[in-house]
């Protein structure tokens, strides 16, 4: 049983489109992260949400966090061919220093 | 600044052998973490480490699976013997140790393929 569930799970989109990828839970969490994992490369934080119904934004990304702490969503404005990778969300276990992993969102942007 | 190192890229070898993976961790950073990548299953901790000690190993999937790290600036992971269930991309991470929300930095993987 995944405690992260995130959909799509493939998304294939043309460049200048917008998107929406989640990260649901029905647990609650203190703090969600988010990471991107290029071809041939290990993942990458882009952003940690803490508090309820925050909302951050990486250039043409926005993260937001649930109000209730059990989900995230992360919109890209005018996807672009550099955006194309693994979306994973995780979050932190045992102390903090575990990081539990969704299964993540593998988007493709076509020029 | 050098990331997190791992050796080798790529690893093909024969079912039966023995693998090593090999990963230097960023200088400071004194947490590492192992994880292991599949289509199937998605990325799984296997193993971490705080100051060089094995914390939680209840990822590693059989005996077959160890890990060591002697020092603060180097790790293994060893299969003996692989077979080819174990294919897959192994990852090692670090980070340090304080702080909740310290981000883990990840090497490039090793993609190992058992044939």
């Known amino acids: 049983t995944q405690l992260l569930e995130q959909s799509p799970q493939f998304l294939s989109i043309q460049e200048g489109e917008n998107l929406t990828v989640y990260c649901n839970s029905s647990?609650?969490?203190?703090?969600l992260q988010w990471y991107r994992q290029e071809p041939g490369e290990g993942p990458v934080l882009l952003v940690t949400v803490v508090t309820g119904g925050e909302v951050k934004k990486l250039k043409r990304l926005t993260f937001q966090f649930g109000d209730a702490r059990k989900d995230s969503s992360l919109h890209i404005t005018a996807a672009q061919p550099g955006d194309t990778g693994l979306y994973l969300c995780a979050f932190t276990s045992g102390g903090y220093n575990k990081l539990i992993f969704g299964a993540g969102t593998r988007l493709a942007v076509h020029p | 600044d050098a990331g997190v190192i791992q050796s080798p890229r790529h690893e093909v070898t024969e079912m039966g052998q023995e693998v090593t993976l090999r990963c230097k961790p960023i200088s400071g950073h004194n947490s590492l973490f192992w994880y292991r990548q599949t289509m199937m299953r998605g990325l799984e901790l296997l193993i971490y480490f705080n100051n060089n000690v094995p914390i939680d190993d209840s990822g590693m999937p059989e005996d077959r699976f160890s890990a060591k790290m002697p020092n603060a600036s180097f790790s293994t992971l060893k299969i003996q013997p692989s077979e080819p269930r174990d294919s897959a991309v192994y990852f090692c991470?670090?980070?340090?140790?304080?702080?909740?929300?310290?981000?883990?930095?990840f090497g490039d993987g090793t993609r190992l393929s058992i044939l």
């Open positions: 991470a670090s980070r340090l140790l304080t702080g909740s929300n310290q981000p883990q930095h």
């Open positions: 647990s609650v969490f203190s703090s």
